[in-house]
């Protein structure tokens, strides 16, 4: 599409779609004009593509998650389609500011952190690879909540991407699904009718998902709620206005908002109400396109792989052999054999608070059919495995994780370390009884958003030495290794960061009015809020650095700033706590004349997609420091390598197979390992030996408990120094001696540039195995087994 043609669609819709007047237009209709112009050219290979999935009968991949955490769409669309050149000039010929643009966009945050923007990634690859695929998921009216920071405390105000036009969505009236909760169910022999007490509809808006070189094209589709019956006409003419509007209110509440807890079930009914809703919308949609194709159900695993992402889904095995055995009249143990045979289930976290149980009653009560079925899962698994202990409804409550687990075909971790560990630990009873159903499948991120699109400098860099292959085959990264040891690549490299960092710091200096030094130590620490993922154990360290410049400013210090960024779940007051501690200390050690040169904090409120694209092109050092065991893969850690940062970290979930792939000397590790995390924690008074043999750790810890960053309330944060003192379930104190020596060897490493820019770009080079192509690729052969559609010609 030549600039010309592109300027002429933008104007065409601003006119006609917009209906706007160039000469009046605000910066809001020409990102809507311009959206839609891209997206005319994105809808035809979309079409394409479903026609060349039905016509070809080809197998379907289903990813049913609860979160999508998508960003931006508009740059991702007009880079996949290379048209980046033409509408920069069309933009130009009409005097519009690109970036000011792509800022106007608000972010889909339609997710908590990792498992959401995973989903995000898959969806983006499984485009790129042309893989015939579709995403279930919940279009929340309110994604994750925003934060800003007040006095340092963490304030949240709710999200609304949608108060504006989304251009990236088509509503699908005619798509309006059924969903029943409640009531009673007659059995009739094996089957049953249930009966539901109170209906309400899931309708449908479709977002196109494009692939690289627009390739190919598949569809997100998004449920909103809606009421079986709107408005209560005659309620309101009674004057009762409240009543009348109650059932669209209470309807539309299931889509209303993104449960902003990661890690911690809440066990809310609404929460429970919402997975049912988004999964049975998903299931029913599923049967009816395959059954639009075929008439054989017992085909259905032939023709359908669904993925269910986490246990928030897991509803999906009861429910699908509700259908086949209830409605379509399978026998009960052929519909568990082809539902099992269908679904696959990713677990992404040990954590036992993660684990998602649901009570008995409330299960009953809200589903109570699906009760019944899971009882008869579990007495049909004791049967063939001939073993009575392991069960989903075990002990008053239904335990999602084991539902998952036995209604699968296929279960994977998302890295290797934890894949072994989900086999000693959370899956150990059901691993022994089914030794190979547990596979790995080490996560990855999309490296068109995460290196091509946010940081076009060290993109440009790489295409000019090797070409652009690696865009789609990552793998190719490795073909600037012979460039990296040329002294003048080398340069360009650096130079590549320190521009990144540059626009960084004036970016820090106009939205937060600190000044920041680009030739510092960008030390970024980037990941919701959690005691895991240790922010305190690097509050820590950074206090003891504060400390031992104030004790001799003129020791070379070598400059470092460190930049937090993150959420916590709102009810999480320890890890409010900790946003609270590094705003404070903020407040005090970049106003500090003694120290300031040579250490600041800088912590840029609401943490998002968005932002992460800003700052991980700028970062030199990823901090990835979470306790051995805890963190499943990680993906920021993968994004941070790619982008030329060096990991300081721990041997903890993809760590391990970032410092395998790229070098242990390319690497800063530290800390204990998994198995010396458990040893260590049973060992009584371990933080408090820790803090004796530290004398810095000591200090530090004193100087948080004597109020040194809250004079004004010296308890502020007695919760973190006591519970650090006498608990430290996560370790901070015993890997604090460790991670100090790792951060000092950090220092001298930067001292020497040269050989720190080699060190990142062989980073960047070792990097291309964690890209989302490649993950698909292993769930492609080892899960789903479907193979890609060949491509259409390149856009
Ligand atoms: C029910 C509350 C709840 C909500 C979300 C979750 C997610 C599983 C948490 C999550 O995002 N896990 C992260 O998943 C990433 C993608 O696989 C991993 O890279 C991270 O290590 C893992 O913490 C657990 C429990």
């Not at 990813?63 to 290379?82: C, H, P, Q, T, W």
């Not at 390598?641 to 000397?665: P, S």
Request: glycine share 6%.
């Amino acid at each position: 599409m030549t600039a010309s043609e592109m300027k002429n669609a933008i104007l065409h819709h601003l006119v006609y779609t917009l209906g706007k007047d160039a000469a009046h237009a605000k910066t809001y209709d020409w990102r809507m004009a311009l959206s839609f112009a891209v997206r005319d050219q994105i809808v035809d290979r979309w079409f394409e593509a479903t026609r060349r999935t039905y016509a070809e009968h080809r197998k379907r991949v289903y990813y049913l998650s609860l979160e999508f955490l998508i960003g931006r769409l508009l740059k991702d669309a007009v880079i996949n389609m290379r048209l980046e050149e033409a509408v920069q000039d069309a933009l130009d010929a009409l005097k519009i500011d690109w970036h000011e643009l792509l800022e106007d966009e608000p972010d889909a945050a339609l997710g908590n952190g990792g498992l959401g923007r995973l989903a995000a990634c898959f969806m983006e690859s499984q485009a790129t690879l042309g893989l015939p695929a579709m995403g279930y998921g919940i279009r929340y009216e309110h994604g994750l909540f925003r934060q800003s920071f007040e006095d340092g405390r963490q304030v949240e105000e709710p999200e609304d991407w949608l108060s504006q036009t989304h251009a990236w969505e088509f509503v699908r009236p005619e798509v309006a699904i059924d969903i029943g909760f409640g009531g009673h169910v007659q059995e009739i022999g094996s089957r049953a009718n249930w009966y539901p007490s109170e209906m309400l509809i899931a309708m449908a808006h479709d977002t196109p998902v494009i692939g690289w070189k627009g390739r190919w094209g598949n569809t997100l589709r998004l449920w909103e709620s809606r009421p079986m019956h709107g408005f209560d006409l005659a309620r309101f003419n009674r004057g009762d206005y409240a009543a009348a509007a109650e059932p669209e209110a209470l309807a539309r509440t299931l889509s209303r908002v993104l449960y902003p807890d990661d890690h911690t079930e809440q066990g809310k009914e609404l929460r429970l109400k919402q997975e049912f809703f988004h999964t049975a919308a998903s299931i029913r949609d599923i049967i009816r396109r395959f059954e639009s194709e075929y008439d054989d159900l017992k085909l259905l695993p032939k023709k359908a792989a669904i993925q269910i992402n986490d246990t928030h889904p897991a509803i999906a095995g009861p429910e699908l052999v509700r259908i086949l055995h209830d409605e379509r009249g399978m026998d009960f143990e052929e519909a568990v054999g082809i539902a099992r045979n269908t679904i696959s289930y990713t677990n992404h976290t040990l954590l036992p608070e993660a684990l998602e149980t649901w009570g008995e009653a409330r299960m009953g009560r809200l589903l109570p059919r699906h009760m019944q079925l899971i009882d008869r899962i579990d007495d049909l698994h004791r049967r063939e495995t001939g073993t009575g202990h392991v069960n989903a409804h075990q002990d008053g409550k239904v335990h999602m994780g084991t539902l998952g687990f036995i209604m699968a075909h296929k279960v994977n971790g998302v890295a290797a370390l934890h894949t072994e560990l989900q086999k000693t630990t959370v899956f150990k009873d059901l691993h022994e009884l089914h030794p190979d159903r547990i596979v790995n499948q080490t996560n990855g991120v999309t490296p068109r958003r995460w290196l091509l699109s946010c940081n076009p400098r060290l993109a440009s860099l790489i295409t000019e030495g090797i070409g652009d292959g690696w865009v789609d085959h990552a793998e190719d990264l490795e073909k600037i290794e012979p460039l990296v040891a040329d002294p003048a690549w080398l340069d360009r490299y650096a130079a590549a960061k320190k521009a990144n960092k540059v626009d960084l710091s004036n970016w820090i200096a106009e939205t937060m009015e600190i000044g920041v030094d680009p030739d510092a130590i960008f030390d970024i620490q980037v990941k919701r809020i959690h005691e895991y993922k240790r922010q305190h154990l690097n509050l820590l360290e950074t206090i003891a650095h504060w400390q031992e410049i104030r004790d001799n400013p003129n020791a070379g210090w070598v400059p470092r700033v460190k930049i937090f960024g993150g959420k916590a779940f709102p009810n999480y007051i320890y890890a409010k706590d900790m946003v609270r501690l590094a705003n404070d200390m903020a407040r005090v050690m970049n106003s500090d004349p003694l120290t300031s040169r040579y250490l600041k904090v800088v912590f840029p409120p609401n943490y998002n997609v968005s932002l992460a694209e800003r700052l991980i092109p700028a970062a030199d050092l990823s901090e990835q420091i979470s306790t051995a065991g805890k963190e499943a893969s990680g993906t920021g850690n993968m994004k941070l390598t790619l982008n030329g940062a060096l990991t300081i970290g721990t041997l903890d979930g993809a760590n391990v197979e970032i410092r395998e792939l790229v070098g242990a000397e390319n690497f800063f590790l530290f800390g204990m390992t998994a198995e010396e995390v458990m040893a260590r924690r049973a060992e009584a008074g371990h933080a408090a030996r820790a803090i004796a043999e530290d004398h810095r750790l000591a200090r530090a810890l004193e100087a948080i408990r004597s109020g040194i960053f809250s004079p004004d309330e010296p308890g502020r944060y007695h919760s973190i120094t006591e519970n650090l003192s006498h608990h430290d379930y996560f370790m901070v104190c015993s890997d604090f001696t460790d991670y100090w020596r790792a951060q000092r060897e950090v220092d001298t490493a930067f001292t020497d540039p040269k050989d720190w820019a080699r060190k990142a770009a062989l980073n960047t080079a070792r990097a291309g195995w964690f890209s989302s192509d490649r993950t698909i690729r292993g769930y492609m052969k080892d899960i789903w087994h479907t193979d890609a559609a060949p491509q259409v010609a390149d856009a």
